[in-house]
Structures are given as C-alpha cells and as structure tokens.
C-alpha cells in the first residue's frame, strides 16, 4: 500500500509540475474585475520582526537582515508550506509602514522572478489557492508605486496560478488542502479578468465538500479545532465575496458555516483560545471572534457532543474533554492519541492543558506530543490509547497514521444539584492488558471545583484473562500508569502541606488546590508547552499521580479546587506574554 501511494504522489507531483509549466506559458489577459476586501489578520510584532530580517518558521530562527525572504535554506516540508503559502503577507500588512510594504513587494516579485516559470516547491493546489488568497488581498500594499510593467508582471502571475488552479483543483487532498484551492479559485476567478468562467465550477465542487467533508454536527474529519476554523475562515472569505460581486451563495456553503459556527463556540475556551487537540493549537488572537463575527451566525453551542468534544462550563470555569474515538485513516495524519483528556481554563487564564504539537519543532517532538503522556489523562506506563501506524505518504509527504485505536467511546453527562457530571470511558488498553479506562468529572455550580475520578477495569472474563497474561508479563508486579495533569507555563505551582497537596497559582491571583485520596503516589514533574511562533518548547510543570494496577479495579480520585480566599470574580490586570514573537 505505502508504494502505491508514493508512486501515486509521485506522479501528482509530477503533473502539477507540467501544468505549473504550461500556465507559466499562457499568454492571459491581466487587470482587476473587482477586488475583494482584505480580511486576513496579520500578527503586528511577527511583521515587525520579518522586516527586520528575523525569519521564524516552524520553530526555526534565521536572522539575516539583508537577506530575501527566498535565500532561506528550506527544506523541511512545513517550513516550505509556510514560505510559498504566503500567509505571512497578513503579518507584514498589519504593520503597513513603508518598509514593510517594500520588503513585501521585494519578496513578491522575487517570487516571481524564481518560480514564476512553474518552477520550485509551491506549486501545488493548495498552496496556490492559499498564495492568491492573499496576493488579491494585498494587492493594492504590493502594487503601490509600482511600476506599469512591474504592475503587469504580477497581474500575469496572478492569472497564470489562477489557470493552473483551475486544471489541478481536483488533485487536492479533502480536507483544509482542497478547501483552500477551491476558495482561492473562487477569490480568482471573481478577480481576474478572463477568469469568471472558473467560478461555477469551483463553487459546485465547494458546495459538495460542504456536504461530504462537514458533518451534520458541524465537524471535519480530523477534529482538529484550529483546522475547523481555518476551513470556516475560508468558507466565510468565499460567502463574502460572492456577495460583494452580487452573486448568489450556495445553500450548501451558508449551510456549512451555520453549522460550523456553533461548534467552535463550543470548542472555544473561556479566554477565547481553541482547545488545543489533534494538531491544533490556539488559534492566532482575533481570528475566531472576526470569523464568528463575518459569518453572521447567532446560534450558541447545543447539548451533547461537538466534532467529539464534551464542554461544561460552570461559572468561570470552562472544561473541555476529548470524548470520542480519534480520526481515523488518512484523517488521522495530524491526530494525537488524547481519548478523555481535558483541559481546564479559569477566566482567561489556562489552568490545566494538553502538551500540543511539536510539529513546528521537528520530528521527534511531533511524534512525542502525540503521545498519551503527552496530555492531561491516564496513560499505562510505555504504552498510549493508540498507537502510531507505520508510515504512508500523503501529498507526497511522509506521515504517521494512527492505528489501533479505541473502538468504543462511551460517554453520559448527568445534571446534578449542585453540577454537572460526565461520565468517560474507552477501550484502547483492552487488547494489550485487558483494561477499559473510565473517568468521572463532576464541575460544581458555580465553577469553583472540580472532582475526577479514573478507573482501570476489566469488564468480562477475556478481559480477566488478558489482564492475568499481562500480570505475568510484570511478574506480578502490577501495571504501572500515571494520572497527568500538565500546567500552563504561566501557572506557579507548589507542594503544600507536607506534600499531600499542590497549590496552583495563576497570574490573576487565583489559588486552585489540587489533592488526592493516598492511593497514588502525587509529584510534581518538569513538563512542556509546544506552541507555534516559539523558538523551542517552554518548559511547565506537571502534577502526576502514579500508581500500579494490581487487581481486577484499580481507581484514583482527584479533587482540584479554588481555595477558600479566593473570590469569585478578580479584576484580571496582567498583561499576557504573547506567544508569536517570543525568541528565548
């Protein structure tokens, strides 16, 4: 299997090779029918450092000032990606001074002058529908004082990736890669003179991935919350400017935004941040609340699940809880073995996380933050929930699919006096030891409290007997597993009372008391938090409870809880450390 699908990427490769070239031949007419209104948020301080010849890219700095953009040494799939996608035009745009305007023009018509021909690694449908995106966006930043031939030679470039978008479209991967040709095409063919034949049946095949690749429920098939919101943003960028060129919008695709939108409210912790899972991380500052905003949908989160995710909210206290199977096939490429996780944020200020990705970081952090381990829940000792496959190649690229995963989730939430409980269970130790891992959360009213319980269980006589097998394998030394509960970076956290709890201090003053029952041995451990825009992970601490699974039932309760002086409301005054310019 894995060789035919590399010969297959081999040979996609190739032909958006020779359309790249056959484009770059076409003699197209050039000019504006309309331009669409720049919405893309730009990140003010990574534009600042950009012009200053700081280059951060997936985790990697490279300084040189006089230097272009293009003269980086970029091999690394993900840095390519970010370069020939052009997303960073937003960051440079945001500053929208002079000099970030001509190292924007510098680097556009460099571009130009070395791949232009079809040539280089960013001619792919996706990055093309991703790069005209943002070319038509900024067009008038990158045009002003230009030359007529300078002005000339973009409008050309621009409808030659527009006609190479137009033959290779269909060769994009489902998903955000296909989501992003589709929506740049639109952009185009809205656009570009020449180009409005090109609009039907872009937005035909849009209006279809509506319906195939966002469930009913409003969630893609990777569960990747900041992915979601990529692919609402587009959806949202081609819904507006079909309206400004007086054009209808397909049902499907105000469908799909309508159900999208309820579902990233649900996803959205109360400091406004995505839950971080599957991939994804935060989400850049202001894009979730402009992208709601643009979609003009009202409608709040219902009851249940969302894209797989259990959320309680409870005075200022939000948790979110992974509570179902993790994607699966090549949905999976990006997925991280998390069943039953949470994350836990006060206010707006994150409580208790999940490690993240380490893409941005190389391959060994990627494959680490996949981990179990690596996320606020029970892990047994060497193994996680699921496992990493062998690798295949999607897009040409190398990727770790998951395999063996849970194949039951089981899940019941229960309104009670004074809360809310959830009730958690799967299967994914069964097979390897016989255990099924249940954990009860149980939120009080006013948010104040949180009371967990994790549970290792056989559940029929196979299981037993897997169990025993395992046993013999420990030499009756029981199964060792940890209860992780990883810490923001910003939360300060002590041993207290002669070690029989951990006090957890957030910038805003708060105090959370975290405790035990004495079945577990409680310490507090170094851990991670891998962020995007960072040179290397920030180190954080976490609270681990270990024990050994001797019996048949093994359980652990937790409790976690503001302390007594606190108050319910503090006027929250510290400044956060943004996270995309930080270099140490």
Not at 59 to 84: C, F, R, Y
Not at 94 to 112: N, P, S, T
Not at 547 to 561: D, E, H
């Amino acid at each position: 299997m894995a060789k035919t699908q590399t010969w297959r990427a081999r040979r996609t490769q190739f032909m958006h090779r020779v359309h790249a070239r056959l484009a770059a031949r076409a003699k197209l007419p050039s000019g504006f029918v309309s331009q669409p209104e720049p919405r893309s948020i730009g990140r003010y301080v990574r534009g600042r450092q950009l012009t200053a010849g700081n280059f951060l890219f997936s985790g990697q700095l490279i300084e040189a000032p006089d230097s272009s953009i293009w003269d980086i040494d970029a091999t690394e799939p993900h840095i390519v990606s970010e370069l020939h996608g052009f997303a960073w035009l937003d960051d440079l745009a945001a500053v929208g001074d002079g000099k970030a305007r001509q190292k924007a023009q510098d680097w556009v018509f460099d571009w130009i002058e070395r791949y232009g021909d079809g040539g280089g690694p960013g001619w792919t449908p996706d990055l093309a529908g991703r790069r005209l995106i943002r070319w038509i966006n900024h067009a008038f930043f990158i045009l002003r004082g230009q030359t007529r031939g300078g002005s000339e030679l973009f409008f050309q470039s621009l409808a030659r990736q527009a006609l190479f978008l137009s033959r290779r479209w269909k060769r994009a991967s489902p998903g955000l890669p296909r989501f992003e040709a589709l929506s740049g095409m639109v952009y185009a063919g809205l656009s570009l003179e020449g180009m409005s034949h090109h609009v039907a049946p872009a937005l035909k095949a849009l209006a279809q991935d509506c319906e195939t690749q966002i469930d009913r429920e409003g969630g893609i098939p990777t569960r990747n919350p900041e992915e979601l919101l990529e692919v609402f943003t587009l959806l949202n960028w081609a819904a507006l400017a079909l309206d400004e060129s007086k054009l209808a919008q397909p049902e499907e695709l105000m469908r799909a935004i309508s159900r999208i939108a309820p579902t990233l409210r649900a996803l959205r912790h109360a400091d406004g941040g995505l839950a971080r899972f599957h991939g994804g991380g935060r989400g850049i500052d202001g894009r979730l609340d402009h992208a709601l905003s643009s979609s003009g949908s009202k409608t709040r989160a219902g009851d249940g699940l969302h894209m797989g995710f259990a959320r309680i909210q409870s005075g200022r206290t939000t948790l979110i809880v992974d509570a179902a199977p993790p994607p699966k096939d090549e949905a999976s490429y990006d997925a991280h073995a998390s069943t039953l996780a949470f994350e836990l944020t006060s206010g707006r200020r994150p409580l208790i996380v999940n490690c993240g990705s380490g893409q941005s970081f190389g391959e060994d952090w990627r494959r680490a933050g996949r981990a179990t381990a690596s996320h606020s829940t029970l892990a047994i000792d060497g193994y996680s929930s699921s496992l990493l496959g062998a690798p295949s190649r999607l897009d040409g690229l190398r990727h770790e699919l998951l395999s063996q995963t849970p194949g039951s989730v089981v899940i019941e939430e229960t309104q009670l006096q004074d809360g809310v409980r959830l009730e958690v269970g799967h299967d994914g130790y069964r097979r390897t030891h016989g255990l099924t891992h249940a954990r009860t959360l149980e939120l009080s009213l006013d948010g104040r409290s949180l009371v967990g319980e994790d549970l290792l269980t056989t559940l029929s006589d196979g299981d037993k007997s897997r169990f025993d097998r395992a046993m013999d394998r420990e030499k009756l030394q029981g199964m060792s597993f940890a209860v992780r509960f990883h810490l923001h970076p910003e939360v300060d956290a002590q041993v207290d009372l002669g070690g029989a709890a951990i006090s957890l201090t957030l910038k805003s003053g708060e105090i959370w008391i975290f405790r035990h029952d004495g079945v577990a041995t409680m310490t507090l451990e170094p851990s991670v938090y891998l962020e995007n825009g960072r040179l290397k992970p920030r180190s954080s601490q976490q609270v681990v409870l270990s024990a050994r699974a001797m019996s048949y039932a093994t359980r652990v309760r937790w409790s976690l809880a503001k302390a007594q002086d606190t108050p319910n409301t503090l006027r929250d005054l510290v400044q956060d450390e943004r996270s995309d310019v930080q270099f140490e």
